[in-house]
Structure formats: structure tokens, C-alpha cells
T-cell receptor, first 112, second 113 residues
């Protein structure tokens, strides 16, 4: 089955700096890669997703890149703000199979 | 339009008991998935239901079962509860079976004592 590894487990940045979180996956059949933000005690919320037919997707300060050959994808947050502080999870899901596998999460802290 | 709703929000059960958790998907969404999130970890896939049929199952024991109703709501049942079943149980819905995005509910926090 799919195995998703996520790094780093914790990340601390200064407000205004950029943050990058990286994930690797094992199943070449995976074709859907979402990123979720989870604040303490809250539900995971989708912040951006990418499908395997696209190499990069951007939404304001957030971007995701995908390298299918290397089986890795990354989340980029620019101009970080204190409200970006949360746990971020990457996930991978193969086509025709809703067994979406999550990474272990990255706790991002943005210091004002 | 309401999002994914789950009930109850919190639950305390004793070892060996049985529990039923409920989920109502976003209106129009036919796919419901269940996840277990242990504190400090990512969600782990339990089940996926689409059109009232089980379409996927994660690596969980037979004590875990689920079903989906004609209105696409779903129930997750866990029998013979163990202390290790204590977790946040999340339900996610999507419009069609094979494609996201998946929207999560706020979850049911289950504590087994």
C-alpha cells in the first residue's frame, strides 16, 4: 500500500519568511495530492490540492509542486503570518481507490 | 449549506463496550470515508463507502464496521472497545467516489477508560 513520509516534523519561521514542507510517496498509482491544515482541536481543512497531470499549482501565498518521477511533492507558504501556525498534513490517494494516506504532519510555528 | 456533520462530538466509553458514531455528508456528496486520528498523528483510513457499498477498507480489525444509508449518511461501529481506540474519529465526504476534494467533519472525540 501507499506510504507517505513528511518532513520536517516541526518548523519554526519568523513572520514574513517562507516555509517549505516536503512529502514523498511510494505508490506510483497515486494521482491526487491534497494538503490539509489542522488547528488545535479543529478538523483538517483542505488548503490546496494537486493532481498528477499538473506540476505546480498556486493559490495566493500557497503553492504546491509535484515531481512524479521522484515521487515527491512540496508545500510552499510565502510571507508567513502568525495565523499560519498549525499542523499541516500532506496526503496521497491512488486513482480508483479512496484509501487516502496521510503523512505524520508538520507543526508550523510562525513567530511574530 | 451545511458541511459534514458528525455526532456526538465527545464520547466516553468503558473498555469492552460498543460505540456508534454518525456522519452526515455535505448535501449531494455520495462518498463517505472514515478516519481515525490518534493524538499527534495523521489520520488513518478506516473505511470508504460509496452508493451504500463498501469501496475501501484500511488496516483495522473486524471490530470496526460501518454502513451507509440511502440518504448517504453513515455510521461507524466499534465493538469490544480497547483503550487504544481512544482517538478523534473523522468523517470525510466527497462528491464522487474516486476524486477529491474531501471535506472533513469536526470529528467525534472518543475516550475509552
Amino acid at each position: 500500500g501507499e506510504n507517505v513520509e513528511q518532513h520536517p516534523s516541526t518548523l519554526s519561521v519568523q513572520e514574513g519568511d517562507s516555509a517549505v514542507i516536503k512529502c514523498t510517496y511510494s505508490d506510483s498509482a497515486s494521482n491526487y495530492f491534497p494538503w490539509y491544515k489542522q488547528e488545535l482541536g479543529k478538523r483538517p481543512q483542505l488548503i490546496i490540492d494537486i493532481r498528477s497531470n499538473v506540476g505546480e499549482k498556486k493559490d495566493q501565498r500557497i503553492a504546491v509542486t509535484l515531481n512524479k518521477t521522484a515521487k515527491h511533492f512540496s508545500l510552499h507558504i510565502t510571507e508567513t503570518q502568525p495565523e499560519d501556525s498549525a499542523v499541516y498534513f500532506c496526503a496521497a490517494s491512488p486513482y480508483n481507490n479512496n484509501d487516502m494516506r496521510f503523512g505524520a504532519g508538520t507543526r508550523l510555528t510562525v513567530k511574530p | 449549506d451545511a458541511g459534514v456533520t458528525q455526532s456526538p462530538t465527545h464520547l466516553i466509553k468503558t473498555r469492552g463496550q460498543q460505540v456508534t458514531l454518525r456522519c452526515s455528508p455535505i448535501s449531494g456528496h455520495k462518498s463517505v470515508s472514515w478516519y481515525q486520528q490518534v493524538l499527534g498523528q495523521g489520520p488513518q483510513f478506516i473505511f470508504q463507502y460509496y452508493e451504500k457499498e463498501e469501496r475501501g477498507r484500511g488496516n483495522f480489525p473486524d471490530r470496526f464496521s460501518a454502513r451507509q444509508f440511502p440518504n448517504y449518511s453513515s455510521e461507524l461501529n466499534v465493538n469490544a472497545l480497547l483503550l487504544g481506540d481512544s482517538a478523534l474519529y473523522l468523517c470525510a465526504s466527497s462528491l464522487i467516489r474516486d476524486r477529491g476534494p474531501y471535506t472533513f467533519g469536526s470529528g467525534t472525540r472518543l475516550t475509552v477508560v
